[in-house]
């Protein structure tokens, strides 16, 4: 109707029409209007868009739910041109980057790429635009709107025209920094655990761990410990025997690569500290400083070696702590993860296990060097020696012998080997000897007999048996050939017997004594030569009571210790009844059973009644010599009394001589003294007066003496006296 009325000017419209199969078609009708005379003429040009219109809708429908997609998902979308500019972005990707659109519209996908990822992602992003490649994956980082980098997963592919002429680049980009990171640790976990792993096996095989040597294997365990933990400190601390002392053996630093020990640090001085070692498998300080179980070790060791978080693991040996394998980290503070906590625990087992290699290699040194000195001490031992081994059913099974066994017994016993004990040695076999053995070898009792009587057909003899276990079901018997000891026992005790026959009937008097006195053996001789009623009441006093004085005792002694032996001394010892005896005594100091010369073996003979025989005849021989002196003595006093006779006279007739009366008188005193003292004498040689002491004149006396002594020599003896000045 606009086009009639407004005529040359061209309409177009779009309408739909039944088509003859009774659908309908859209049709686009274009046309012009012409005025002709009184008639307007129509010119129409009818196309059927039909099916031009459903690809619009289609299209238009696609780029809704393009839109849609694009703005409305949580992964982020990019959509930028060939020269690398950002089109368009969608809300995620902003919120990812932290970037608003606008200032997303400004940059360049270039830009936003970490340099490092930006070597791989150009070149792939450049075949994706030639067409050599459909799409482009790949991890890259992305620098966030505040500075750090995140991980995203970006896909990429080309939109291109009809011409096949790429137009923009369109890309999904997807943040995966917690996954990322999630990886980075698993990859990080697994390669940590790795070297662990690698570490342990390495110690496992390690020739100084299988072989025991201590030092050695300390030091590989800190080392691999330190590589596989990354650690600056490493080290092995061992209790001593008192359990007071901790004493550093290896400490391993990484950063020098050197090996030091010998601090040692006193254990009292930690009780929370040990208290953690005890209970629990690993100490895991991740601020030693201020952790409570090592909080201890803070002024005197963490802070002068920089130490901030410890990883300590006790050395269990038997179930007791024995030591401490201590993971020192130096810097910041460290998190322990788990698997170096089990770790730390594993290493500090695998300390054990050295220990316990070194403790077995010096017990196998020790019985090898045990082994060896037996087997010397068996071999030229000049004891025999049978070995037994105790059977499960019982049987006691005869397994060697030594070289001795074969010159005691007169047999190879290597014969018997292989053989029970009941088959080696018949005789044996109703007696309790073959069930001591087994007791022994079962159960570990020794057994030991004085004596056994055997013999059969190649062996006789008496032995002297000792019988003990050497291991678990083995016994060793050793015993010893004591024929000939037994003979000489028997002679030995019959000459004892006639030793104490000849001791007990002597008529001497027989004793052994003590230096102290105490009279230990003594013969009914001793007895009644001391008046004593009996041995045993003999036995029962001191030697000091029969001597009269201590002192004469004590004299003895000295001489006897002195000397050793007294031969044929006369004594005079008191009896019990309180009567003096001599006795002719021999003695002699011996050793007592400690090999000291404390014991006194002696003999008495009665010589009283010859002592009192001795004195009457020489009482006897004094008589016959004053016989003979009496004729000279006579001879004297008549000389005497005749002087005297004559001074008297001369007193009788006083004369006028000039000669005074005193010295008549001294020389009649003189006179008189002499008399006396020659009586004295008399009476003295003969024991009929007393001695008297007084001053003398030696040399006087002697002269005195002289005189009475030539009346008594014969004429062919001189005697002759020179008294000095």
């Known amino acids: 109707a606009e086009g009639v009325e407004n005529p040359g000017t061209p309409q177009q419209v779009e309408c739909r029409v039944r088509h003859a199969d009774g659908s309908w078609r859209i049709v686009e009708a274009r046309g012009v209007a012409h005025r002709q005379d009184d008639m307007t003429l129509v010119v129409l040009n009818i196309t059927d868009i039909s099916q031009r219109r459903l690809a619009e809708d289609a299209l238009a429908e696609s780029e809704d739910r393009f839109r849609s997609a694009f703005e409305n998902t949580a992964i982020g979308k990019v959509l930028w041109t060939p020269d690398e500019k950002i089109a368009r972005v969608n809300r995620a990707v902003c919120d ?61 592919s080309a939109c291109r025209d009809t011409a096949g002429k790429p137009q923009y680049i369109i890309g999904e980009f997807e943040d995966i920094t917690e996954a990322r990171n999630r990886q980075e640790e698993k990859r990080v976990r697994l390669n940590r655990i790795q070297r662990q792993q690698s570490a342990l096996v390495a110690l496992a095989s390690h020739t100084a761990l299988v072989q025991g040597d201590r030092d050695a294997a300390f030091h590989a365990i800190t080392e691999a410990s330190a590589e596989a933990l990354d650690m600056e400190r490493v080290s092995v601390w061992m209790l001593n025997e008192e359990r007071n002392e901790l004493l550093c053996v290896d400490l391993y630093e990484s950063s020098s690569k050197h090996h030091s020990a010998g601090q040692a640090l006193d254990a009292d001085k930690y009780p929370a500290y040990f208290a953690a070692l005890e209970s629990g498998r690993v100490v895991d300080a991740d601020d030693a400083v201020n952790d409570p179980r090592t909080v201890e070790y803070a002024p005197d060791y963490l802070e002068p070696h920089g130490i901030v978080s410890m990883l300590d693991a006790p050395i269990r040996i038997a179930g007791e702590v024995a030591g401490v394998v201590c993971h020192e980290h130096v810097g910041e503070p460290r998190l322990w993860q788990s698997d170096e906590v089990t770790f730390a625990g594993e290493i500090a087992d695998q300390a054990a296990h050295a220990l316990v290699s070194a403790q077995r290699k010096r017990a196998e040194l020790r019985l090898r060097v045990s082994e060896e000195r037996f087997r010397s001490i068996v071999n030229s031992s000049p004891m025999g020696l049978h070995m037994y081994r105790l059977e499960p059913d019982g049987r006691l099974v005869f397994t060697g012998a030594n070289p001795a066994s074969d010159a005691i017994l007169g047999v190879d016993c290597r014969s018997f080997i292989g053989k029970t004990i009941e088959e080696a040695f018949p005789p044996l076999a109703g007696t309790e000897v073959p069930d001591r053995y087994r007791e022994a070898a079962s159960r570990g ?104 004085t201590a002192a004469d005792r004590d004299t003895l002694l000295e001489e006897l210790r002195s000397s050793r032996a007294i031969r044929n001394r006369e004594l005079v010892l008191g009896r019990v009844d309180g009567q003096s005896v001599w006795v002719l005594a021999n003695m002699s100091l011996v050793k007592d059973g400690n090999g000291k010369a404390g014991i006194i073996e002696g003999t008495m003979i009665d010589i009283t009644q010859r002592k009192r025989m001795e004195e009457q005849l020489l009482q006897a021989q004094k008589m016959e010599a004053v016989g003979r002196l009496a004729g000279g003595v006579a001879h004297d006093f008549n ?13 009788r007739h006083p004369s006028d001589s000039a000669e005074p009366a005193t010295a008549k008188l001294q020389e009649l005193e003189e006179l008189i003294l002499r008399g006396s003292q020659l009586t004295r004498q008399l009476l003295l040689f003969s024991r009929r007066d007393t001695a008297q002491s007084e001053e003398l004149d030696l040399n006087e006396v002697v002269r005195g003496t002289v005189k009475l002594l030539r009346r008594l020599l014969r004429e062919n003896i001189e005697l002759r006296f020179e008294p000095a000045n």
């Open 445 to 548: 009792t020794p057994w030991h007999v004085e004596q056994i009587e055997y013999q059969d057909e190649l062996i006789r003899g008496a032995y002297e048996v000792h019988a003990f276990q050497t291991a678990p079901n083995t016994v060793t018997v050793m015993f010893l050939d004591i024929t000939d000891r037994k003979r000489a026992e028997e002679a030995v005790r019959a000459s004892e017997e006639r030793y104490r026959e000849l001791f007990e009937r002597n008529l001497a008097a027989v004793y052994r004594s003590t230096l102290d006195g105490r009279i230990l053996d003594c013969n009914e001789a001793f007895a009644e030569l001391l008046g004593c009623g009996s041995r045993s009441e003999a036995l029962s006093r001191s030697a000091s009571d029969y001597y009269l």
């Open 639 to 651: 000389n005497l009394l005749q002087a005297m006779l004559g001074v008297t006279e001369l007193f």
């Open 96 to 156: 990812i980057l932290g970037f608003e659109e606008a200032e997303m519209l400004q940059l360049t996908w270039r830009e936003q790429v970490h340099p490092d990822d930006l070597t791989s992602l150009t070149p792939l992003i450049g075949d994706l635009l030639a067409g050599s490649i459909p799409a482009v994956r790949a991890d890259v980082r992305v620098r966030h709107r505040d500075g750090p980098w995140i991980w995203g997963r970006a896909t990429m």
